[in-house]
């Protein structure tokens, strides 16, 4: 059973930089699609950000671009949001997600991903 364990988040200031990080467990991180995504109160889960197998596509939603990064050390297990030039907007609950699926054909779509961690709380102060 894979898991996924989030920790990083906490309060900072606009402009401000913050790194999430994602552990996984159970399967081997070079098996497992990964990708983050956040839900801010009163909205829906939407995407932020994934990464391929061995880190060659990475892929952002435009909200986003230019100021946060994805990265992955498959042989630590671990996955990482670099967050930089934070706005109040990205307030939010973050979630590391997974598939074990070898065809992802919507990488932005919650629906693709079938492991999710329990969230780290990132809020950004104007």
């Known amino acids: 059973q894979v898991q996924l364990a989030e920790s990083g988040g906490g309060l900072v200031q606009a402009g401000d930089s913050l790194r999430l990080s994602c552990a996984a467990s159970g399967r081997a991180l070079s098996d497992l699609y990964m990708g983050w995504f956040r839900q801010a109160p009163g909205k829906e889960r939407e995407f932020v950000t994934s990464?391929?197998?061995?880190?060659?596509?990475?892929y952002y939603a435009d909200s986003v671009k230019g100021r946060f990064t994805i990265s992955r050390d498959n042989a630590k297990n671990m996955v990482f949001l670099q967050m930089d030039t934070l706005k109040p907007e990205d307030t939010a609950v973050y979630y590391c997600a997974a598939t074990q699926s070898r065809t992802v054909l919507n990488f932005r779509a919650s629906n693709e991903y079938e492991h999710w961690g329990q969230g780290t709380q990132v809020t950004v102060s104007s």
């Open positions: 990464i391929s197998w061995r880190g060659v596509g990475t």
